[in-house]
T-cell receptor, first 113, second 113 residues
Framework: GAGVSQSPRYKVTKRGQDVALRCDPI?????LYWYRQALGQGPEFLTY????????KSGLPNDRFSAERPEGSISTLTIQRTEQRDSAMYRC???????????FGPGTRLTVT | KNQVEQSPQSLIILEGKNCTLQ??????????LRWYKQDTGRGPVSLTI?????NTKSNGRYTATLDADTKQSSLHITASQLSDSASYIC????????????FGSGTRLSIRP
C-alpha cells in the first residue's frame, strides 16, 4: 500500500558528475512520469513511460538527460555531466492508466555545486 | 503552442472567506483538466479531475468548474481554513497518443487568521 517513493531524497554533486535518480511507482501502475520543479514554480514535464516503453521524451532539456524503465516498474532518470542549472526538485509520478490520476512521490532535491 | 495560464499569481484572504482561482488553457485536443494542491515542500496532491463532458466536480470545500467551449476552469474554495494555504496548480492533458501534460505556474494562496 505504499505510495510512490524516490531516492535519494537529497543529492549534492559536483558539476560534471553523473547522477542517477530512482523512482519506485505504486505497484500495478502502468504509467510513470518524470517532472522537474524549480522553486516556486509548477512541475515541468520531462518524460513518461507506459510499461517499459518511453512514450514521450520531448520535455527532456538536452541529451545529457535520459530515463529508462527496463522492466516496466522502477525507473531511473540519469543526468550526465551535471551543470549548476540542473539544480532542482525532480519529481516522479505514477498512474494506473495514461489518463488516470497521477500520484506524486516526495521528490529528489538535486543540488549541483 | 499549448499553454495553461493561471490567475491570480498570488492571493491572500482571511480565514473563513471564499475565493476563486482561474485557469485558462489553449491545449488542443483536450483530454482532461486537473487541479492539484501543493503544500510547501511537498508533492502535488490531486483535488479534482474533469473530462470534456464534465462541467463541475466537488471535493469537500473545493469545487472545480470547466467550460470546454471557452477553455476556462475555476477552483472555488468555500469557508477557507488555514490549512488551505498552498499553491494550487491547474494541469491540462492533451488527447493524443503522447498524452502531453501541461502544468500551469500555480496560484499561491495564503489564508490569514
Amino acid at each position: 500500500g505504499a505510495g510512490v517513493s524516490q531516492s535519494p531524497r537529497y543529492k549534492v554533486t559536483k558539476r560534471g558528475q553523473d547522477v542517477a535518480l530512482r523512482c519506485d511507482p505504486i505497484s500495478g501502475h502502468v504509467s510513470l512520469y518524470w517532472y522537474r520543479q524549480a522553486l516556486g514554480q509548477g512541475p515541468e514535464f520531462l518524460t513518461y513511460f507506459n510499461y517499459e516503453a518511453q512514450q514521450d521524451k520531448s520535455g527532456l532539456p538536452n541529451d545529457r538527460f535520459s530515463a529508462e524503465r527496463p522492466e516496466g516498474s522502477i525507473s531511473t532518470l540519469t543526468i550526465q555531466r551535471t551543470e549548476q542549472r540542473d539544480s532542482a526538485m525532480y519529481r516522479c509520478a505514477s498512474s494506473f492508466s495514461t489518463s488516470g490520476e497521477q500520484y506524486f512521490g516526495p521528490g529528489t532535491r538535486l543540488t549541483v555545486t | 503552442k499549448n499553454q495553461v495560464e493561471q490567475s491570480p499569481q498570488s492571493l491572500i484572504i482571511l480565514e473563513g472567506k471564499n475565493c476563486t482561482l482561474q485557469c485558462n488553457y489553449t491545449v488542443s485536443p483536450f483530454s482532461n483538466l486537473r487541479w492539484y494542491k501543493q503544500d510547501t515542500g511537498r508533492g502535488p496532491v490531486s483535488l479534482t479531475i474533469m473530462t470534456f463532458s464534465e462541467n463541475t466536480k466537488s471535493n469537500g470545500r473545493y469545487t472545480a468548474t470547466l467550460d470546454a467551449d471557452t477553455k476556462q476552469s475555476s477552483l472555488h474554495i468555500t469557508a477557507s481554513q488555514l490549512s488551505d494555504s498552498a499553491s494550487y496548480i491547474c494541469v491540462v492533458s492533451e488527447r493524443s497518443s503522447a498524452s502531453k501534460i501541461i502544468f500551469g505556474s500555480g496560484t499561491r494562496l495564503s489564508i490569514r487568521p
